[in-house]
């Protein structure tokens, strides 16, 4: 048996060849699956980020909707509180022989009236400004919730185009060009 050298450079070189396209054809394949794994995640986080902040939207409306509830709740009852404070006071004045329906007594009790009626007042107005806070809160949730649904869209197709682009410049380098190079 006679030993070409020749003939055994070029088979050992074929070999290689052969081996670095192959190695080069399942470095493409497991960069587009990397990609195409990384993009379906990237999708599916940012659905679950839009559904939590859709559902804490509702939270914080539901939360302002019953600020304004429990404030008119308490502003009312600061309003029977005070109804039965002047009561008492009436009662108390006529017991002590001051005429209630005299100027000096009309004038406490108005005074005592509109002390209630302005803490009734405060009560109703932090209710709602407490309420504004929390519907503003919402509509910031709905907001990122929007840009999270299309963050769902966009961000895969930009990591699939960048994917896209990393294998094309990689597989130029493996496939040989219109005159036989690689």
Known sequence: MCFDPVTAIAGISAAVSSMGTTLGTIGTIASIGGGAISA???????????????????????????????????????????????SENKAAMAANGVDVTGAQALDVLDDQRFMVEADAFTIRENARSSAGNLSQAAANSRASASSAKSNAFFAPVGTLLSTAAKVGDKYKSWVPNAQGAY
């Open 40 to 86: 379906y995640a990237q999708m599916q986080n940012s659905k679950a980020e839009a559904a939590a902040a859709t559902r804490t939207a509702a939270a914080q409306d539901e939360a302002a909707r019953k600020s304004i509830e429990q404030g008119e709740q308490e502003s009312d009852r600061q309003r029977r509180v005070g109804a039965q404070l002047q």
